[in-house]
Antibody
């Protein structure tokens, strides 16, 4: 059974940093693109970033470029999101999602999410 | 960025009704379109991929159609458990943008 479990969320001050983790199991992690998607309280979904199977390519939404970094450790079946220079507008539930083996495939498995709150 | 315009933003229908949601892309995305269902406090659940393909395990009352810029999502007979917010998402280009969502309620 495919499982994704996010961790690392919490309360952080504006300008601070946080690293989210996503532990994957039930599939060959190193064969799949992975994504992070977020949802601000009461708002819609926003795709944040994705990363290639071997970590050699990554892509970001403009609003987080230069501040967030997605990376993975295939030996540990884990996905990460390093978030720096956090702003109030980064407050959201962050979901880890499994994409396909190719670039243009859907996110068909999602974790339950972890809440990040940026506030002083 | 590709803009996804989804409508309506909310709807109320009776059990057994046919429900239709539309999604329009700001440029041609071929068939690189997903439809997700999200219930309160839960992660999104993929229902339809590649515009018209039903994800494994999803009831056949859900369907999708369209290509290019205009897409339609249909629930053929609304059930109480279908109360949720539905999102379209394009995955043709980066960033992978979502529509603003359609909240479906029972009348």
């Amino acid at each position: 059974e495919v499982q994704l479990v996010e961790s690392g969320g919490g309360l952080v001050q504006p300008g601070g940093s946080l690293r989210l983790s996503c532990a994957a199991s039930g599939f060959t992690f190193s064969s799949y693109w992975m994504s992070w998607v977020r949802q601000a309280p009461g708002k819609g979904l926003e795709w944040v970033a994705n990363i290639k199977v071997d970590g050699s390519e990554d892509y970001y939404v403009d609003s987080v470029k230069g501040r967030f970094s997605i990376f993975r450790d295939n030996a540990k079946n884990s996905l990460y999101l390093q978030m720096n220079s956090l702003r109030a507008e980064d407050t959201a539930v962050y979901y880890c999602a499994r994409d396909g083996v190719w670039f243009k495939e859907s996110s068909n498995y999602w974790g339950p999410g972890t809440l990040v709150t940026v506030s002083s | 960025d590709i803009q996804m315009t989804q409508s309506p933003s909310s709807l109320s229908a009776s059990v057994g009704d046919r429900v239709t949601i539309t999604c329009q892309a700001s440029q041609d995305i071929s068939n690189y379109l997903n439809w997700y269902q999200q219930k309160p406090g839960k992660a999104p659940n993929l229902l339809i991929y590649d515009a018209s393909n039903l994800e494994t395990g999803v009831p056949s009352r859900f369907s999708g159609s369209g290509s290019g810029t205009d897409f339609t999502f249909t629930i053929s007979s609304l059930q109480p458990e279908d109360i949720a917010t539905y999102y379209c998402q394009q995955f043709d280009n980066i960033p992978r943008t979502f529509g603003q969502g359609t909240k479906v309620e029972i009348k």
